[in-house]
């Protein structure tokens, strides 16, 4: 029996709807940032509050996991990519992932060690600081051509449209 390849459909569909919810791109990465998020922080929680691992180690870890999440989740569901070199393209992901993971290990360590916070306060703040960088960087280099494959879509939709309207007005 071949199988039907409904979990499949089932993620894309899921993932249209996370798209559906604005045709902007950064609010698709918003929303897979939040699951990438929590990946990351509940890992980081487990790992030094349940296992004793060091908050560096235990960040360091859990931010990888968070990529792996990330670069899923993004390239079908944010940007549509279709680019089927995954090797070079995780590998162009995860070099803007690791700057922003040594922005996030820096702004961790200023707060805990500088500032006395806690590790989970300063893993929150770091966070939203590299998110910014992290969608510049993965949506204009990363993922173009699943940017460019969006615009074109937008710019047929509109096509489409305006003959529909100018239909309409006749």
């Not at 899921?14 to 990946?39: K, P, Q, Y």
């Not at 360590?109 to 992290?134: D, G």
């Not at 460019?148 to 489409?160: A, F, G, M, S, V």
Request: hydrophobic residues 45%; aromatic residues 18%.
């Amino acid at each position: 029996m071949k199988p039907d390849g409904s979990f499949f459909t089932g993620w894309r569909k899921a993932g249209d709807l996370l798209v559906s919810f604005s045709r902007e791109t950064i609010i698709g990465f918003f929303l897979i940032w939040i699951v990438s998020s929590i990946v990351d922080i509940g890992l980081l929680v487990f790992l030094t509050g349940y296992c004793g691992i060091w908050y560096l180690y235990s960040a360091a870890l859990s931010y990888c996991c968070g990529v792996l999440v990330s670069y899923i989740l993004n390239k079908y569901f944010t940007f549509h990519d279709r680019n089927r070199n995954y090797f070079s393209q995780f590998t162009t992901f995860v070099v803007i992932s690791v700057s922003c993971l040594l922005v996030n290990l820096c702004i961790i360590w200023l707060a805990v060690e500088i500032f006395s916070l806690n590790y989970l306060a300063a893993k929150i703040i770091a966070t939203i600081c590299a998110f910014f960088w992290n969608y510049y960087g993965q949506s204009r280099i990363t993922f173009r051509s699943g940017m460019n494959h969006q615009t074109d879509l937008r710019k047929e939709e509109i096509t489409c449209t305006n003959q529909q309207l100018g239909k309409t007005r006749k």
